[in-house]
């Protein structure tokens, strides 16, 4: 019962302070925090002194409970989203790969994008797609959008709405219908991209707004994969990279590069060894890295630190496991 | 509107990691409402985009369509009747009936994309292995000849791991250690990756609470 009072009070002690802050943010009171560098040192510290204590603790067979990991988790993750370090992000062979084609590119020529995730991905995939967007429309290279999974169309609309803002773009600057389309979605999975290989049209009959296809000044001469000059797609499992190499690569010989959610990378990047794939970018380093090339920095350099300093932790809590289990090895009856 | 959206996301957000401190009503209703959604946003899509787009529009094709010179399609009937049995596992007198689109599914799906994993999976991949272990013209750096040899020595370890018709022993052993040596590490790249993915989502919600939602980062 006691313990019950307690947690009832520590969620209306939470919900007060979200109040707080929330009516502070509309009313004002406060712009957000930043720690300074030194703070920001500081704080770093004293987190990883404490996982040195926690490691002397397992030393002396006291373990820590799982709770004490997640919180671990959560703090090396939130703080550095209001530090004010900077990470340096180095870039790698298979995003420099992306840029250079992208680069080699005439003005005018017609990339194909096919966004094949929905939101639950999009921390990771978003900041891809933004930034391959904005450097598409800064090299004048006109976007055909298209989605394999129902809510990539949505998510392509919100990543050239969150770009052009960043660039100052308006819709004057870059033309619905002859700098980009969006074709929307189109059920079947694979069996899209096959047909794609030789009629567009009969896949998409109309763009996401209606439009009819041979309405669309962009798409008009745009019958099959040959009239394509390069294409990425941006995938979270399936349909998505793996189909496109297997048909609109290997079958109809389409230039692709593609950006992969972490998880799904090592099982892309033997194409990308065997030539398959021109470039990659994996997970939001992939992306950092991407923006970092293209000077259109946003989210994925933003989340890089908590990225980092998650990653350490969990190694911290790997070594510190791995202590515990040895330790237990010798010695019975380790308790929390 | 906006108001209400953000505090009912933040809700349902804190909802599902509330379940780290351990199960609570809160966290069951928000699974709840996120796997009610979940499976009444699909129902939705397969029905408008599958059924009504592709099979009703085909059989039956409306006015601007007709306008544009499509005609019916009746070979979707075929489909539609497949579709049909395919139901018929729901009464368990005839739901044996469900097995023949269910192998004309996998009939169909194995003779469609044998050749594409043979060509991408399988050959590319093998081709992509054999390669001029200095480069061509020996114009390779020292870490590419590394990186060739890690590829060689691991492919080919890996697959002698996987041969089961001669005992791991002597030479044999030793190569078949080194392979399941490769597949490890491998399977450790594959668990770093899957850290780094599942920490961007966990860092994406993060920033929702405290830069969306109450305005803290700046």
Not at chain 1, 299 to 324: D, E, P, R, W
Not at chain 2, 57 to 69: I, M, W
Request: charged share 15%; proline share 3%; aromatic share 14%.
């Amino acid at each position: 019962m006691k313990t019950r009072m307690v947690e009832i009070l520590v969620v209306i002690l939470i919900a007060v302070l979200a109040v707080v802050a929330y009516l502070g943010k509309i009313w004002g009171w406060h712009e957000g925090f930043v720690f300074s560098t030194s703070v920001s040192l500081a704080v770093v510290i004293l987190i990883f002194a404490s996982l040195i204590w926690i490691l002397v603790r397992t030393l002396m067979d006291k373990l820590v409970g799982r709770r004490i990991v997640f919180l671990y988790v959560g703090i090396a993750i939130t703080l550095p989203l209001f530090m004010s370090i900077e990470q340096e992000i180095v870039i790698s062979d298979e995003v420099q790969a992306i840029y250079d084609e992208l680069e080699q590119l005439q003005p005018g020529s017609k990339v194909l994008v096919s966004l094949d995730y929905d939101p639950a991905s999009a921390p990771e995939l978003q900041p891809m797609a933004e930034a391959f967007f904005g450097e598409c429309f800064k090299r004048d290279l006109k976007l055909i959008i298209m989605g394999l999974w129902p809510m990539g169309p949505q998510q392509a609309n919100q990543a050239i709405d969150t770009i052009m803002a960043r660039m100052g773009l308006d819709s004057t600057d870059v033309i619905y219908g002859e700098d980009y389309v969006n074709l929307g979605f189109q059920a079947g999975n694979e069996f899209v991209i096959q047909r794609m290989g030789s009629s567009f049209e009969a896949m998409f009959g109309t763009d996401y707004r209606g439009t009819p296809y041979q309405d669309l000044p962009l798409v008009r001469n745009v019958n099959n994969f040959s009239n394509i000059d390069f294409s990425y797609n941006i995938s979270a499992g399936f349909p998505g990279t793996v189909e496109w190499v297997q048909i609109a690569v290997d079958r109809f010989g389409l230039r692709l590069a593609a950006g992969n959610t972490a998880v799904q990378a090592p099982t892309v990047y033997p194409y990308l060894r065997a030539g398959q794939l021109v470039g990659l970018m994996g997970g939001m380093s992939g992306g950092a890295e991407f923006e970092k090339l293209t000077h259109l920095e946003g989210k994925a350099t933003t989340y890089m630190l908590s990225q980092s300093f998650s990653h350490i932790i969990v190694i911290g809590f790997i070594i510190i496991g791995n202590v515990a289990f040895f330790r237990s090895g010798r010695k019975s009856g380790l308790k929390e | 509107m906006d108001h209400f959206g953000l505090w009912l996301a933040a809700f349902l957000t804190l909802g599902i990691y509330s379940f780290l401190y351990k199960d609570n009503p809160w966290y069951k209703l928000s699974e709840s409402i996120f796997i009610g959604i979940s499976a009444g946003y699909w129902v939705v899509v397969m029905y408008w985009d599958n059924f009504y787009a592709k099979f009703w529009l085909g059989v039956f094709p409306n006015e601007q369509a007709v306008e544009n010179g499509a005609e019916p399609d009746y070979w979707l009937l075929v489909g539609g009747v497949l579709g049909l049995l395919m139901l018929m596992r729901l009464i368990p007198k005839i739901g044996w009936v469900a097995r023949w689109p269910l192998a004309f599914i996998v009939g169909a799906t194995a003779g469609l994309w044998m050749m594409n994993y043979i060509t991408s999976n399988c050959m590319s991949q093998i081709q992509s292995t054999i390669m001029p272990l200095f480069g061509a013209d020996y114009s390779a750096s020292i870490g590419e000849i590394i990186g060739n040899l890690v590829v060689i020595i691991g492919t080919f370890s890996g697959l002698v791991y996987f041969f089961f018709s001669k005992e791991h022993k002597g030479a044999f052993g030793a190569t078949a250690r080194v392979g399941i040596w490769t597949i490890m590490i491998t399977f450790g790249a594959m668990f770093g990756y899957t850290v780094m993915s599942r920490m961007s989502l966990l860092i994406g919600r993060v920033d929702f609470i405290f830069g969306d939602w109450l305005g803290l980062i700046r």
